[in-house]
């Protein structure tokens, strides 16, 4: 399991694998989506750094020898199983900016602009998150930022699943992972990577 690909895609997008915790036993007769929210954040907490500089997420100076090897076909296997992303509108222009990195997947840009569609497999969404969610049907989504956005669905208790990947640097200044309410989480997983890069998956926990 991994939650990067740092040679495929640009750092902005490290993607993670869906467990099989994504799996939907509660209600099979009600079809609900699987939201995992993934962040790629510095060791002190920071998603972006003041000048939204992006080198600091590839991780390429040193080497964990007791880490694991992210393969392409670890990756490829796990982008089959994304049924889609979903991010905010300032994430969209960011990643059309450094070349789009989600391929042909479905995403959902939610906004309150009309935006230009760019590509088939993107659709926007203006208003109501619940009513996004829910007309996802089942599907494993990936919720791909920024904290705008996703600080939004935490408050909506519209995540199931965090995947946070540490990347081995300071920042020192740069947005913080997360300014809002209190949420209690339960680890289900996590990989070091030769990188140094540390993945760590919680669940949201709801009671
Ligand atoms: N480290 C990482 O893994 C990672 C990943 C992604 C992004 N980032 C960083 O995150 C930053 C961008 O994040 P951000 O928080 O500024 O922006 P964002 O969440 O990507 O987008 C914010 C925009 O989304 C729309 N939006 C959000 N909530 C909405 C709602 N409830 N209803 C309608 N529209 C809504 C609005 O768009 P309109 O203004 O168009 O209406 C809002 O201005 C960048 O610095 C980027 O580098 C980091």
Redesign the pocket.
């Known amino acids: 399991m991994f939650c990067q690909r740092r040679q495929q895609v640009p750092?902005?997008?490290?993607q993670g694998t869906p467990t099989a915790n994504c799996e939907h036993t509660a209600d099979m007769a009600t079809p609900i989506p699987h939201i995992t929210l993934?962040?790629?954040?510095s060791l002190d907490g920071?998603?972006?750094?003041p000048d939204?500089e992006?080198s600091w997420?590839e991780a390429s100076w040193a080497v964990y020898e007791k880490g694991t090897e992210l393969t392409d076909a670890v990756v490829a296997e796990f982008l089959q199983r994304v049924d889609c992303y979903i991010?905010?509108?300032?994430?969209?222009?960011?990643?059309l900016e450094l070349g789009w990195p989600y391929g042909d997947t479905r995403t959902i840009?939610?906004?309150?602009?009309r935006?230009a569609a760019t590509r088939d497999s993107v659709e926007f969404?203006?208003?109501?998150?619940t009513a996004l969610v829910r007309g996802l049907g089942q599907q494993n989504a990936w919720l791909?930022?920024?904290?705008?956005?996703?600080?939004?669905f935490l408050r909506l208790d519209l995540v199931d699943e965090v995947c946070l990947?540490m990347a081995p640097v300071l920042l020192g200044e740069?947005?913080p992972?997360y300014r809002g309410g209190r949420h209690k989480l339960g680890l289900k997983d996590m990989t070091a990577y030769r990188s140094g890069m540390i993945e760590l998956l919680y669940e949201v926990i709801r009671h």
């Open positions: 750092a902005l997008v490290h993934h962040m790629v954040a920071f998603i972006a750094s939204n992006l997420m991010m905010g509108s300032h994430t969209y222009e960011l990643a840009v939610v906004t309150s602009r935006l969404h203006a208003g109501d998150l791909v930022g920024g904290p705008t956005l996703y600080q939004e990947s740069g947005t992972f």
